[in-house]
């Protein structure tokens, strides 16, 4: 039973308080009325804690008592049982002075019984809930919580990723594939670009050397399944090089060899201490199925459901994966009816269950909007599986054991982001596992998610259940400095390697990269930001060397090392290594050299392969360049020097990396972990020593468009207790809820944070983070809203020395906003005015909305944190808003802090809302309560 709603509008901090601490806290509502004599928790929970009913308002078991020396708060403690209430808090018997999660009952859910203690802030109108006794510090349980940030997975590789139709020919002989001499048969023809060039896995063995010679470890090779040799028609017709077309996905591409030439070069490989990385594919096939129709336009689920053999509509993703998915009709169960436009098209899969039409999601194309069709579409017309049926399922996970037993050491998986989620979480550790129990401990896969936004991305690596994404981030980013922009951007990806860690993966298994076989080369994207000659090949080498000496495991793409640039993405990304006859490919102008791709480009004293080659060198002689902590140091706001920490926990010691893409020399003063310590000039040779301040300060100058390491010639001196944690975390968690923790000083810690519902005894590790700011991300959106959780962070610094930290937090609405905070960085200039313009701008008292220069939407600027801020009160409503520079439009920042970005949603409870924005990540915040 629920009451009658308040009238009177009240902050519920309880279920709108957005994760972050704002940098003002809200003031004391302006029409509070005088202290209560009496405040009565009320609700559904009242007959659990001695009342004769629930809603009972005679009942004075559950009023809250005066807290000694406040003059406002009143609390008091109750024994509730498991189960989910609503409630609310009731001032004086009447119902026109109650406050709950906003006008409405706050809902409360505890998975077992618990002591909570209920307060109410008379002066903010804030009701809380949370257990009665708070956790201690640090007790020998912590113990077993304090993990060390995760390296189980590879950390260490070095990727070359190769495309063999296009690397070496090695056997003339296969260069048809046994198909003949007719180009539109076979597929072959050298002169085009978006045919086969004769390019082999012998080849790829006749050139180990050369690929070892680059320093790599991991050998990736494109698809190398049997392919449909050729697909389209007129000036759209193309070949099946790429081996993405599949037909047959037990044999290797004959235009690439045989099944025993494969396992000579997994074995050769191995004996030269390099893996081989299959590129797989589960989301489609060749085209082979047609609709009868003769349409490919998209059919929505909405508009023609999927219906099961007997004509029934059901929505597959309530039963994908499971044993309760209905049988299926081709003829009846689709939107479109596939058919086959020849009869040996019927049978031409391999394994033989893929020649099903069933089996594929027959809706048509895919839009490539991010929708539904992205799931569903076909991609470009391919046949696109029905991965949420068991079938395509289990098929799957033969198929790809299969490789496993062959010796392959891991996968580069396509178009995940094409492929829904239930279907990962069961391939991708049925894969690890059967790799596992064949011996490989070590099998890796990582997923192309095509997107660049880390939030995204991390989704495949937590919820989706894979080891790692490639880090299309990272490319983003590494382009955007090579090309001259501001340092800030490398700094703000890196403090979003948060969403990526949980309790088995983190942000230093991503293979990271520069430029590929889809959207182009490194080099072209250099070219185009204006650089050339001499310039060009020093921007080459710069931000080889950043992929290098960040986290992460760099690859590097076929040619890049011989200096690369292409026209443009897909066929023209894709040039032969051996002597080419394609014009457009030979009239590229290579970096670094005057060759062009009309020759053979297996140059082992190009200054690319060079530079690429020492950088391996250095990688291996310094582990802590490849997988030690990385801890943000610097980050010019532009173009100039971006600078971190990386630091092995094994042995302590600092190396301190400075990368400026500036075209002139920059002095930068950095912080470091070793106090007075001797910082070696490591890379490049000639680089001069520097030494440490007595709190830890070094200066350095950083010559332009290039890259310099030291390293601290002791370890950070051992402490002799850990720093004592602090959460930051909220009252309220909801979505993908940032769970904070603030560790004093700027030592190196790893802090690890686990969850458990009140009220229960066993915590569950959500991840363990070594750098600044220390937080990970619980998904709590399964979960019902006012679920009752608590957070315990356990501190182990680098001398092995504990401390912890507890609190507690309900389920509610997800924030207004999810923007990772970032840890200073360069200088700021601030601007002389900040404003919030929107649609709630006519609420706060502006002649009307989307109002910049308004007063009333001017904001604050603390000289202390540098952060703007505004505390209006606003009505219970849905708003929108930005936040513009000196009171215009012409500079502003939306959604993600993107300049120009999408309007923010603000969903208000009702009370004060407090804006912060910080102009040096451009971090914009609504905080309700």
């Known amino acids: 039973m629920s009451r009658a709603p308040s009238r009177r509008r009240g902050p519920a901090v309880v279920a709108a308080a957005v994760l972050a601490v704002a940098a003002v806290p809200p003031p004391a509502l302006a029409d509070h009325t005088a202290p209560p004599a009496r405040v009565t928790l009320m609700g559904s929970l009242q007959s659990e804690l001695g009342c004769a009913t629930d809603w009972d308002e005679a009942c004075t078991a559950t009023d809250l008592a005066p807290v000694a020396g406040s003059s406002t708060a009143f609390e008091g403690v109750f024994e509730v049982p498991a189960g989910s209430y609503a409630h609310k808090v009731r001032l004086d018997g009447s119902w026109e002075q109650a406050y709950g999660l906003g006008d409405d009952d706050a809902p409360l859910v505890l998975e077992a019984p618990a002591a909570l203690r209920v307060r109410y802030d008379h002066a903010t109108h804030a009701v809380t809930v949370a257990p009665a006794q708070a956790q201690p510090g640090l007790v020998r349980a912590d ?148 609709y009868a129709e003769g349409t490919q336009a998209y059919v929505p689920k909405g508009t023609e459901p999927y219906r099961d053999a007997a004509g029934n509509p059901f929505d597959d993703r309530e039963v994908a994966g499971s044993a309760d998915f209905p049988a299926l009709d081709a003829a009846t169960s689709f939107p479109y009816t596939p058919v086959f436009a020849q009869p040996g098209d019927a049978t031409v899969k391999v394994p033989a269950w893929l020649n099903d039409p069933a089996l594929y999601h027959n809706r048509g194309n895919a839009a490539f909007d991010g929708g539904e069709s992205d799931l569903y579409g076909d991609f470009s017309g391919l046949d696109d599986l029905f991965t949420e049926r068991p079938e395509v399922v289990a098929g799957m996970k033969d198929v790809y054991r299969t490789w496993v037993d062959f010796g392959i050491d891991g996968f580069r998986i396509d178009t995940v982001k094409h492929v829904g989620t239930e ?20 099998f890796f896969s990582f997923g192309e998610v095509y997107d660049a936004d880390p939030a995204k991305l991390s989704r495949y690596t937590t919820e989706a259940g894979l080891q790692a994404t490639l880090d299309f981030g990272f490319q983003a980013r590494a382009q955007a400095f090579g090309t001259g922009r501001s340092a800030t951007g490398l700094r703000d990806l890196f403090a979003q390697d948060d969403l990526y860690t949980d309790a088995d993966s983190n942000a230093y298994s991503l293979p990271t990269f520069l430029g590929n076989h889809d959207m182009g080369r490194i080099g072209r994207f250099l070219a185009e930001g204006g650089a050339g000659g001499e310039e060009l090949l020093a921007r080459d080498r710069m931000v080889h060397a950043l992929m290098y000496l960040t986290r992460g495991q760099p690859v590097v793409y076929y ?96 190396h301190l990396v400075a990368v400026n893409n500036a075209e002139q020399a920059q002095e930068v003063t950095l912080d470091t972990a070793s106090d007075r310590a001797k910082f070696k000039g490591l890379w490049p040779a000639g680089t001069a020593d520097v030494r440490a301040t007595a709190s830890g300060e070094v200066t350095v100058t950083v010559p332009p468009l290039s890259a310099v390491v030291w390293r601290a010639g002791s370890p950070i001196k051992r402490s002799t207790a850990a720093p004592v944690p602090t959460f930051t ?39 363990t983070d070594d750098n600044a700011p220390y937080r990970v991300f619980h998904d709590v959106s399964g979960l019902p809203q006012g679920s009752l959780l608590e ?69 604050a600027l603390d000289p202390e944190t540098q952060r703007w801020s505004l505390t209006v009160d606003l009505p219970a409503g849905t708003y929108e808003f930005k936040v513009a520079v000196a009171r215009s439009w012409a500079e502003n920042y939306g959604a993600g802090g993107v300049r120009d970005g999408a309007n923010i949603a603000l969903v208000a409870p009702g009370g004060p809302v407090t804006f912060t924005y910080d102009h040096a990540t451009h971090r914009v915040e609504a905080a309700t309560g």
């Open 143 to 290: 113990r077993d919580l304090a993990r060390s940030s995760l390296r189980e997975d590879l950390t260490r590789e070095r990727f070359y990723f190769v495309m063999a139709d296009r690397f070496e020919n090695g056997s003339p002989a296969n260069d048809d594939g046994g198909y003949g001499g007719d180009r539109l048969v076979s597929g072959l023809d050298p002169t085009a670009k978006g045919f086969y060039h004769g390019g082999d896995l012998k080849g790829i063995i006749d050139r180990l050397d050369y690929i070892e010679g680059l320093g790599t470890t991991a050998i990736w090779l494109t698809p190398s399944f049997k392919n449909r040799p050729v697909q389209g028609a007129g000036e759209n017709t193309s070949a099946g090089y790429h081996g993405y077309w599949i037909t047959d996905f037990t044999q290797i591409d004959p235009h690439l060899g045989t099944n025993a030439e494969l396992e000579q070069l997994v074995d050769q490989a191995h004996a030269r201490g390099m893996k081989v990385f299959f590129d797989i594919i589960t989301n489609h096939t060749a085209d082979v199925i047609q």
């Open 423 to 442: 279907f990962w979480q069961d391939f991708a550790p049925a894969i690890e596992e059967h790799a596992a129990a064949g011996g490989n401990d070590d």
């Open 559 to 654: 040619g890049d090392e011989q200096g690369f640039t292409g026209d443009g993405g897909d066929q023209d990304a894709r040039q032969d290594m051996f002597g080419s006859r394609v014009a457009s490919y030979n009239d590229d102008d290579l970096i670094g050299t005057d060759a062009t791709t009309e020759a053979s480009n297996f140059d082992d004293q190009h200054p690319m392969y060079r530079w690429i080659a020492e950088l391996s060198a250095l990688r291996e002689r310094h582990p802590a360049l490849a997988d030690g902590a990385q801890v943000h140091r610097y980050a010019s706001d532009g173009p100039g020097v971006y600078a971190f920490s990386r630091i092995d926990d094994r042995d302590d010691v600092e």
């Open 729 to 767: 975390t909220g009252a309220t968690v909801g979505g993908r809820a940032e769970v904070g923790v603030d560790v004093p000083g700027d030592g190196l810690n790893q802090v690890t944070v686990a969850a458990r519902p009140v009220g229960t005894t066993a915590w569950t590790v959500l991840g």
């Open 791 to 859: 957070y315990r962070a356990v501190v182990k610094d680098h001398s092995g020395n504990l401390a912890a930290a507890g609190t507690s937090a309900t389920v509610g609405p997800a924030p207004a906003v999810v923007a990772p905070p970032t840890d200073g960085g360069g200088p700021v200039v601030q601007p002389g005015a900040v404003s919030v313009p929107g649609s709630l701008n006519s609420e706060i008292g502006c002649p009307g909305d989307w109002q910049p220069d308004c007063e009333q939407a001017q904001m």
